[in-house]
């Protein structure tokens, strides 16, 4: 008989929500000036954390002054001086770090065991790594004086909200840029205390500011006359709308946008640690991830063996209270997110995908989606084409090495890909073969600060992370 697990909640005591949040300019809280508020909820149980202010195109402007007027004295600092502030925030990130954790869980609805294991080491991570860059820049390979760009305007997405903040700030920071930052709008929280954070460690006043609202706010943020930079994470669409809105101007862009990623299981690969790679790569955050392995391709000699195993771990997951440490799948995280992935996977049923997933039940509150696989997939499938941004995995096979290049590359994306084999020479032969910005070998979803990360084609374009991540804050 096997064991069950005991509830493991962490408390959410640790966290002091306030009622209501205004905007971070120039170092303070203020209200905004068109006195619009909007509700963030917990896509677990649908509960209102808190109201927020609805920035206006006026508070956009008073947030891009603020930035501009900080960034004279910010970049005139030696690279040394810059450094400190990066490393007392990286430091104060790492204290703050259970609290940040089940913020993140009760605004975003991914499991505590990821906010607290993965994403908040790595906001530290990017801090610390970024601060050690400030005062070498002239080593960088970009020049012997690079210098900073101005204004960063940056929007980010609500899958990785405090993560994708560390990916944008440290290095624009570290190179000398002000920055005006504007979270998502079902995700506001913690980039709320960030700024908070900002202020503890002394920030100066202007350096950074965050400003909240929904997607006329960024629209207004990207499309100011003062900002010198535009940093944008977040949907295909989107992203096509900022570079055809700022093509013909000055502004330096970086777009990390949609994907479609293969996880590509050859014959040989060890498929117990393939099956864990598959479930990191599709139902990690909830398959809320730009880079998930969210298209199988597993040869044929192997495919009904990796099946069953997959099916078997599936089985094992645990989905609910994201709070709790035992839970694997938490909530989705808007009710309009979950649409989208309901109607996508009906779309799968109706095109002939045979449809499947564990047997779980699911909590009655909030926004929730069984993992599941679809089989019988061909790449004419909308599921197959299209980015779910969902616990899916679509199933195809292939025979020859080939014809899993061949398939993994016959999508409009090109931000990542997994290879599983013994083989080394293969890797390294398929891997060169494979237009992905990331591609990971015999494991998957691994990410380092000192490692670039993005895309091609339609997965956008520029790199965050590692010195490459650099360069789009620098004028080079």
């Known amino acids: 008989m096997a064991f069950e697990y005991a509830p493991a909640p962490e408390s959410r005591a640790i966290v002091d929500i306030a009622p209501s949040y205004g905007l971070f300019i120039d170092g303070e809280f203020a209200e905004g000036s068109g006195g619009g508020l909007n509700k963030t909820v917990s896509p677990s149980t649908e509960e209102v954390l808190a109201e927020y202010t609805q920035a206006s195109t006026a508070d956009v402007d008073r947030a891009v002054g603020a930035a501009r007027k900080a960034f004279e004295k910010w970049s005139a600092l030696p690279g040394s001086e810059r450094a400190k502030y990066l490393f007392r925030i990286a430091r104060i990130i790492q204290e703050r770090s259970r609290e940040l954790a089940v913020l993140e869980t009760l605004d975003n609805g991914k499991p505590i065991k990821e906010t607290r294991d993965t994403d908040l080491p790595l906001v530290a991570a990017h801090f610390f790594y970024y601060a050690g860059w400030a005062d070498k820049l002239s080593h960088a390979g970009y020049g012997a004086d690079p210098k900073p760009l101005g204004v960063a305007g940056q929007v980010i997405p609500w899958n990785f909200p405090l993560l994708m903040l560390a990916w944008k700030i440290a290095p624009a920071l570290a190179t000398g840029n002000t920055v005006v930052l ?6 506001p929280l913690s980039a709320l205390f960030f700024a908070d954070i900002c202020r503890q460690a002394g920030l100066p006043r202007g350096v950074v500011n965050i400003i909240t609202g929904d997607g006329a706010t960024g629209a207004a943020l990207v499309g100011h006359p003062d900002i010198d930079k535009v940093a944008f994470t977040g949907s295909t669409a989107v992203g096509k709308a900022i570079a055809r809105r700022l093509a013909g101007t000055d502004k330096k862009v970086t777009l990390e946008l949609g994907g479609k990623g293969a996880n590509i299981v050859f014959d040989d690969a060890p498929i117990d640690q ?3 790679g598959i479930v990191t790569g599709i139902f990690f955050n909830q398959g809320q991830v730009c880079c998930a392995g969210s298209r199988l391709l597993v040869q044929e000699s192997v495919h009904d063996e990796l099946l069953d195993s997959l099916k078997r771990r599936l089985s ?12 694997d799948l938490g909530a989705i995280n808007s009710a309009e997110q979950l649409a989208r992935i309901t109607a996508l996977a009906e779309t799968g049923e109706a095109e002939g995908a045979e449809r499947w997933s564990p047997a779980c ?3 009655s509150s909030g926004y929730w989606f069984a993992p599941t696989v679809f ?6 499938h909308t599921i197959a084409r299209d980015e779910i941004f969902g616990p899916v995995l679509s199933v195809l096979t292939f025979r020859t090495p080939e014809e899993a290049v061949a398939k ?15 083989k080394g020479s293969r890797i390294l032969a398929v ?9 990971w070998a015999n494991t998957f979803n691994k990410f380092d600060p000192t490692s670039p990360f993005g895309g ?10 590692g010195r490459h991540g650099l360069e789009a804050y620098l004028d080079v």
Request: no cysteine; aromatic share 6%.
């Open 182 to 187: 504007k979270p998502a709008e079902t995700t």
């Open 456 to 465: 091609y084609k339609e997965s956008g374009y520029g790199r965050e992370g």
């Open 361 to 363: 039940e699911l909590p």
């Open 408 to 422: 993994a590359n016959n999508t409009q994306y090109g931000l990542s890909a997994g290879i599983w084999t013994e």
């Open 274 to 276: 393939a099956v864990e």
């Open 316 to 327: 094992t997951l645990r989905v609910g209270d994201p709070l709790d440490k035992n839970t």
């Open 431 to 439: 891997a060169d073969r494979l237009r992905a910005g990331v591609v």
């Open 375 to 380: 089989t019988n997939v061909t790449q004419a």
